[in-house]
């Protein structure tokens, strides 16, 4: 038996109302809202919190690859997944690489760990959004999923992978040329055309190999960009009379690499033992897999439910604030000096602390130093420290600070001094949080953000977050 040994998923907490977009331009917009990754997030950064949510649900083998998929990488010429490998502290013997360039990259990073016979750490991400007032800015939707694939000598598998099938052909839908800020969609009902007879395919194909009856499906998620395509899909793979899983595009939007996944962790969410669900995915094809939720399912409890996620977000963004998030609107920023990029020597000798969140311990005293020291501040004793990871440790604000005139891409920047559980106090700068909310005593955790961006270089590390 293969399949998922466990799932973490990630929704930002910041959502736009799709109402404010008509109201600032008097056209796009619609009902509902998107979800919407804040201005230090992108698609490592939110691989790597959902891969965390995965690490907390349950105790997982160490994988033997690490992948990464998006079709908005922050890096080009470089592997994204190498940042989420440090990140998880993970040891230099695992492999990391990039899947991207395409939604269905996701669909080939699922099956190559499916077919692996190691565990695997899959993630994948999408910063997504469209020119003002378009379709793609109201219906996308920003979030992360991750999985860890391996089978039962690796751990209990809660959801077991029976097989599928996939069907391909070319044709122009959805493109993007490197450097554009947004996707280009071809008429819709050419798209739809298209994909309808790839959809029987795959699912009559998949249906044989796995050898099963339509009759024996529980639930069918469909996931796709192409909405016409996608509404179809259940219909043209003939499970048209069974329940559609919510593909949560009317609380969210579309996330595109993610969606597919994404929805299917909604749906183990709540799936119960021997049920059994067909995931169908569209992109420049369609992939057909199916996956029976087993008994330790009933065992297996997420870290946060997709359902959790959503319901916490903030859906108080202004769409003026969105659009500077993205880099449409260019705003005067604080008059102080641009920031300088992070030099790549200092950032290689200090990976443990800086992406990996690690202290240090004096041995003697218990005292634990952030960031990690050589020399105890508490008794002086030199080179007697454990390295500890402090990444997963909650922490109280003792003291704080509103700064209004600090360089921030989207200000004032509030700066807290935590006192962690266990001993550590640290500066750290408090994200995805109101000025009129912080106070002392509040109750944080530590979350993976890209500080800054300055000569093409993304400067990583950690910051504090309300425990809501």
Known sequence: MRGI????????YYRLRKESITAALGAGGGRGSRAVASYDEDATSMAVEAARGLMRASELPEPSTVSFSSVTPPY????????????LNLPSSVFATDMAGSPRSTTGALLAALHDTRPVLMTTADVRTGRPA???????????VAMMIGSEIDGPVIAEWLGGASATTEFLD?????GWPYSRVWEERFGEAAYRPLVAEAATAAFK????????????IVAGLHSRAARGAAGAAGVGDKPVADDLTSSIGNTGSSQSLLALCNWLDTAEPGQLVMVVSLADGCDVNFFRATDAIADYTPAATVAQQIEDGNDDLDYQKFLTWRGFLDREPPRRPDPEPPAAPPSARNTQWKFGFMGSR???TGMVHLPPQRVSLKGGAVDEMDLIPMAEVEATVATYTIDRLAFSPSP?????VIDFDGGGRFTSELTDADPDEVAIGMRVRMTFRRMLTADGVHNYFWKATPIR
């Open 174 to 178: 959805r493109w993007r040329l490197p």
């Open 362 to 364: 004096d041995r003697s």
């Open 134 to 144: 378009s379709s793609d800015e109201a219906n996308l939707g920003d979030a992360a």
């Open 76 to 87: 080009l010429d470089k592997t994204n997944a190498n940042a989420i490998h440090a990140a």
């Open 209 to 220: 190999d796995v050898e099963i009856s339509a009759d024996s499906v529980d639930a069918v």
């Open 5 to 12: 040994l466990g799932y973490g998923a990630y929704v930002p």
């Open 412 to 416: 004032p920047t509030i700066v807290v």
